[in-house]
């Protein structure tokens, strides 16, 4: 039903696809990958609104009883599109460097993986759901980026936060490669039943 593509919770998730690209902009507003720091404060500004509304899209859905087939499919891709954008755009202009681009592509490469899994199970007619320490993990790797964001613009005050930014994206690769371990270990197990 169109109605049903157009209510509030829908809304939210297709304002956070659009985010992308602004958040993303905020960055080539000298025509080059060179923020100045109000273009830094203003995408996380966009940044931490889009994550809350991350949060409001699932829960408006649900006491509203507003939830959707397109809903179900756009969430999770609003959710990888935003945070894999932001963590491609702070390893070019250089805020994520070095090892720390191991915490950055461990995200990444588990984000490909269990979108695969759960397309694959979804075809198996077998739910996957979301765990207590997945959505631990989420909310540390947006905690995180937010930190990636501010960067040199937060350090400039001395609030250390490329530093604190960085620190927190290992933790968040490593509650990844557990949460990550344990959808492939579940979904496996479907996989080996279906042959």
């Not at 169109?2 to 509030?8: T, V």
């Not at 304002?15 to 990958?33: D, K, N, Q, S, T």
């Not at 991350?54 to 935003?82: C, F, H, V």
Request: with cysteine.
């Amino acid at each position: 039903m169109a109605s049903r593509a157009y209510n509030i919770p829908n809304l939210l998730t297709y304002a956070r696809i659009i985010a992308v690209p602004v958040v993303v902009a905020c960055f080539f507003v000298e025509g080059r990958l060179e923020s100045s720091d109000f273009a830094r404060w203003t995408a996380l500004g966009i940044f931490i609104v889009a994550s809350i509304t991350d949060y409001l899209d699932g829960y408006l859905a649900r006491i509203w009883n507003q939830t959707s087939n397109i809903g179900r499919m756009l969430d999770p891709i609003a959710d990888k599109l935003l945070v894999a954008s932001v963590l491609l755009l702070m390893a070019a202009d250089g805020t994520i460097a070095g090892w720390s681009l191991w915490a950055a592509i461990t995200i990444l490469c588990r984000e490909i993986l269990v979108s695969g899994l759960r397309e694959y199970l979804a075809e198996l007619k077998v739910a996957v759901p979301v765990t207590r320490i997945a959505k631990w993990k989420t909310t540390l790797q947006m905690v995180a980026i937010a930190f990636l964001l501010a960067g040199p613009a937060g350090d400039a005050f001395g609030l250390y936060t490329t530093a604190l930014g960085i620190t927190l994206l290992w933790v968040a690769a490593v509650l990844t490669i557990y949460t990550g371990y344990d959808y492939f270990r579940a979904g496996l197990k479907h996989v080996v039943d279906a042959e």
